[in-house]
Structures are given as structure tokens and as C-alpha cells.
């Protein structure tokens, strides 16, 4: 079974400073990783994922997470952020071909102008 | 517009008193799955639906039901909901050979 941790429950930041959210994972056999976010009142949304191929994903709104296998990590970053970006963040994990998701307990990140 | 739906978006309820929260979907997914929000938990997948007539447990059963009738529709049913099973629902989709799962607006559900 995998599981999935994210290290920061909360992540306040200022307005164009870089932020970074950090998702562990453990499994004993490859996985797939996904970013989820979650703005205020809505659903989730996928963000990036990692299948296989570069290490370094990104996604159109600037954000990028990068997959280190020795580490099992796969945290997000984005160099500068917006007021828009405030939302929560989820580190997801499944197996190939399997499409159970299982999320990590969430990040929110508050981006303060 | 390719969506998955949900209904209702809010619901309060009482003790015992069954509900049904409906999710529906337009894009022919055959994956249908149910999952929960809690805060600190994240979410975790209560029942999956691999096509029509075809449903399985996933890590938090307890207390739920599911049908998968049509491929379409999914619904969630609570035969005699209690109190820890307020929460924030998400429904998902997926199409068979893709990785990304489609999620549904949500439904906050409190039980008094």
C-alpha cells in the first residue's frame, strides 16, 4: 500500500515571493503523482502529474513539481505567486493502472499581498 | 461542457434519516468513484465503480452505500447517516486507460 505525506499543513506566503509544497510518498513499486488544487468552494482540479520520462513537470499556470525517485518526493514549487493561487493543495499517489487515488492530508497555501 | 455533477451541493440532515446524494457524469467514463474530505485527513475513497453493476469498497465503507445502475450515474446513499459522517463528499470520474480523475463540485453534508 502507498501512502502519502505532505509536510506543511499551512503555507503563508507574500504576493510574487516563491513557494514550495512538500509531498513524500512511500511505496515498494512505481507509482503515478499527481498535484490536486482545491480553490475556496469548488472541487478539485488537476494541477500536474508525473507518469514517467523527465523528472521535472510543469503546469500552464506556472507552477512545476519534480519527481526524485531516491527521495520519494515530488514536491511543487512556483517562483512567484499570485493572490489567485491561494488554495489547497493536494499530493495524490496510485499505482499504474489502478485509479484509486490516495491523497495526502493537504496543504493551504494564503498568499497575502 | 463535460462535467461531473452532483446533488445536492448542501444538505443537513438528522440522525437516522436516510439520504441520497446523486453523481452523475456526461463524458462515458466507466470509472466512477466516491471519496470523502476531512480536515487533516485529506481525502480518502469510500466505494469505487469499475463500469455498471460493478462496485468495490474502497478505504472507508462504513456506513455507505452505492449503485451503479447506469454508467452515467453513481449515487451515494446513506441508509441511517450519524454525526461522523459530516464531511465534504467528492465524486470522480476517469475514462479506462487515462490517469486523470474528474471531480464534482462537492457536497457538504452535516448531520445533526
Known amino acids: 500500500a502507498q501512502s502519502v505525506t505532505q509536510l506543511d499543513s499551512q503555507v503563508p506566503v507574500f504576493e510574487e515571493a516563491p513557494v514550495e509544497l512538500r509531498c513524500n510518498y512511500s511505496s515498494s513499486v512505481s507509482v503515478y503523482l499527481f498535484w490536486y488544487v482545491q480553490y475556496p468552494n469548488q472541487g478539485l482540479q488537476l494541477l500536474l502529474k508525473?507518469?514517467?520520462?523527465?523528472?521535472l513537470v510543469e503546469s500552464i499556470n506556472g507552477f512545476e513539481a519534480e519527481f526524485n525517485k531516491s527521495q520519494t518526493s515530488f514536491h511543487l514549487r512556483k517562483p512567484s505567486v499570485h493572490i489567485s493561487d491561494t488554495a489547497e493543495y493536494f499530493c495524490a499517489v496510485s499505482y499504474y493502472n489502478d485509479y484509486k487515488l490516495s491523497f495526502g492530508a493537504g496543504t493551504t497555501v494564503t498568499v497575502r499581498a | 461542457e463535460a462535467q461531473v455533477t452532483q446533488n445536492p451541493r448542501y444538505l443537513i440532515t438528522v440522525t437516522g434519516k436516510k439520504l441520497t446524494v446523486t453523481c452523475s457524469q456526461n463524458m462515458n467514463h466507466e470509472y466512477m468513484s466516491w471519496y470523502r474530505q476531512d480536515p487533516g485527513l485529506g481525502l480518502r475513497q469510500i466505494y469505487y465503480s469499475m463500469n455498471v453493476e460493478v462496485t468495490d469498497k474502497g478505504d472507508v465503507p462504513e456506513g455507505y452505500k452505492v449503485s451503479r445502475k447506469e454508467k452515467r450515474n453513481f449515487p451515494l446513499i446513506l441508509e441511517s447517516p450519524s454525526p461522523n459522517q459530516t464531511s465534504l463528499y467528492f465524486c470522480a470520474s476517469s475514462a479506462y486507460g487515462t490517469d486523470t480523475q474528474y471531480f464534482g463540485p462537492g457536497t457538504r453534508l452535516t448531520v445533526l
Open positions: 508525473y507518469l514517467s520520462g523527465s523528472t
